[in-house]
C-alpha cells in the first residue's frame, strides 16, 4: 500500500505549509501528493505550484469537478502538467453534487449523472490519445457542438499539443453503488469517500472484483494523540460540514452513503442541525464510531494495529490527510 499526501482545497487563504509538506513527503518516500476544490481555490494551480518545488512525488487531483470545465479543457491542464512535471500527473475527477453544480458553477446538474460521467471521459481519453480530432454524439458533450443553439459550423480537432502519456492516469470519486461499477469499468483508479475497511460491501459486488492495476485511492484523516475524541473532532466537524451542508436535504449523496453505512438515522439528525444553522450541535452528533471507522487516530500503537485492517483490502493507495509533520513520518515509518 502506497501513501499519499491528501492537502485538500483552501480556506480563507493558501497555507504557507503546503509546499514544505509535500516536500517532507516526498523525502520521506510518499508516492503522492493531492489538492482539490471546492468553491474556492482550484485544483491545478496549487498543483503546479507543488510540482515546480518537488521532482519525484506524483501529482493528483482528489478531486477536479467536471463540471467547472469541458472536458477538454480538463484535458489541456492534464497534459500540460504532465509535461511539466515529467509525467508525474494523475487525474481524479468528482461530477460533485446539484447545490455546487447549479448553484456555483450555473450549470444544470445531469439528469443521468452516469452518462454524463462516461461522456466526459470519453472525450479526455480521446484528447490524451491524440488518435484524431476529438468526437462524440453525447447526450451531455458533443465534439463538434451540434446543439440547436450553435452555428453549424465547428469543426473537430485534436489537440496540438502531443500528450506526454496516453494512458495518463484517470480516477473518479464514486459514492454509490452503480457510480463505483462504472468507475471500475472506464476509469484507471476510484477515489472513494469515507472508506471504512471493515465495509467494502457499502460500496456495492463490483469491488470485490477489482481489475489489475486497478487504484484505490481513499482519504483519511491521521492523527497521532494520547486522546481519540479530542483527535477525532477534525474529523467529525468535516463529516458534519459534507453531510450537513454539503448538499440538499433531499438529495446529499455524502449523507445517503452514511446511511448506508448504518447510521441514516444520524445522517439525518446532523443535516437537521446544520441546515438549521446549528453547525457545533451537528459537528458534535456525528458519532464517534463512524468518525473512528474512516480514520487513524490515536497513540502509535492504535494507528499501527489498525493500519493493518486497511492494508488487508482492496486499497493501493492512502491518501493521508495529516496536520503535521511527527505523523507524516510516522505513517512512513509504520508502512515501510
Known sequence: MRLGLALGYWGRGPSPDHVPL?????????????????????????????????????????????????????????????????????????????QVVEGWYGRPFPKSPLTATREYVDVVRQVLRREGPVAL?????????????????????????????????????????????????????????????????????AVGALPDDFLVAPLARVQVCDDVSEGLLPVKAMLGFYIGGMGHAARNFHADLMARMGYEEEARRIQELFLSGRREEAVLAVPDAFADEISLVGPRERIAERLELWRKGPVTDLLVLSPDRPTLRLLAELNS
Open 22 to 98: 509535500a516536500q517532507e513527503a516526498e523525502r520521506l518516500g510518499y508516492d503522492s501528493v493531492w489538492t482539490a476544490e471546492s468553491w474556492g481555490s482550484d485544483a491545478f494551480t496549487a498543483l503546479t505550484w507543488i510540482a515546480a518545488r518537488t521532482s519525484t512525488i506524483r501529482l493528483g487531483t482528489a478531486v477536479a469537478q467536471m463540471a467547472a470545465r469541458s472536458p477538454t479543457t480538463t484535458a489541456m491542464h492534464a497534459l500540460t502538467l504532465d509535461h511539466l512535471s515529467g509525467g508525474r500527473m494523475m487525474l481524479g475527477l468528482g461530477l460533485s453534487g446539484p
Open 137 to 205: 454524439d453525447g447526450r451531455f458533450h458533443s465534439h463538434p457542438y451540434s446543439g440547436p443553439d450553435g452555428t453549424g459550423i465547428g469543426k473537430a480537432l485534436k489537440p496540438i499539443t502531443h500528450p506526454l502519456r496516453a494512458d495518463l492516469p484517470v480516477l473518479l470519486g464514486a459514492e454509490g453503488p452503480k457510480n463505483v461499477a462504472q468507475t471500475i469499468r472506464i476509469a484507471d483508479g476510484w477515489l472513494p469517500l469515507y472508506w471504512s475497511p471493515s465495509r467494502p460491501d457499502v460500496y456495492g459486488e
